[in-house]
Every structure is written in structure tokens, then in C-alpha cells.
Nanobody
């Protein structure tokens, strides 16, 4: 069973930065697609960033140029570096993994970490 545990959320003013972390157990960062999704208030969950086992990155238009996804395979950890945060970035951020190297089916989810960006 895959377990994903997020941390690093908090409250920040617009323009600020936060880094989220997600520890995976067992270590799947080398073999599975990993992603971050945002559940904003009143909106559907949206995938904001993903990284394949081969290091291919993908971003939603809403975060391109501001967020960076990365991973440390030795630490079993996925990161989301969030810069120039906006109030619309507020919500619960979930770490997710696929059942394979493909990113079209996220199967496992963490419990989420809250990010609040004030104007």
C-alpha cells in the first residue's frame, strides 16, 4: 500500500513563497508519476504540477513560471516550490502518485496540506 504524507503548508501573504514536501512510502518516486493537485474552495481538484520517473515536468497554465516541482529519490520525497503566491493559490494541496510511470491515472493520494494566501 502506498502512503503519501504532505507537509509544509501554511499562511503567507501574496507575493510570498512556500515549499511543500511529500514523503512516499514505499519509495516510488523513481518508478511512478508523481503530482501535486489543488483543491481550491468551491472548485474541482486541479492538477497543478507533475513529474515522471524520467524527470519530465508538466504544469498547469495557472502556475507556470511560479511553481517548480522536483523530487529527491534518495529521500523518497516530492517537492513543490511555490513562488509569487496569489490569493487564488489558496486551498488544499494534495500529493498523488500513479500506479505506473504514466501520469494519466493518479491512484494514490495524501491527506493534503492547507495553503492560505492573503491579499
Amino acid at each position: 500500500q502506498v502512503q503519501l504524507v504532505e507537509s509544509g503548508g501554511g499562511s503567507v501573504q501574496a507575493g510570498g513563497s512556500l515549499t511543500l514536501s511529500c514523503v512516499a512510502s514505499p519509495n516510488i518516486t523513481m518508478t511512478r508519476c508523481m503530482a501535486w493537485s489543488l483543491q481550491a474552495p468551491g472548485r474541482e481538484r486541479e492538477r497543478v504540477a507533475q513529474i515522471t520517473p524520467y524527470g519530465i515536468l508538466g504544469y498547469a497554465d495557472s502556475v507556470k513560471g511560479r511553481f517548480v516541482i522536483s523530487k529527491d529519490n534518495a529521500k523518497n520525497t516530492l517537492y513543490l516550490h511555490m513562488n509569487v503566491l496569489k490569493p487564488e493559490d489558496t486551498g488544499i494541496y494534495y500529493c498523488a502518485s500513479g500506479a505506473s510511470s504514466r501520469c494519466d491515472d493518479l491512484k494514490f493520494w495524501g491527506q493534503g496540506t492547507q495553503v492560505t494566501v492573503s491579499a
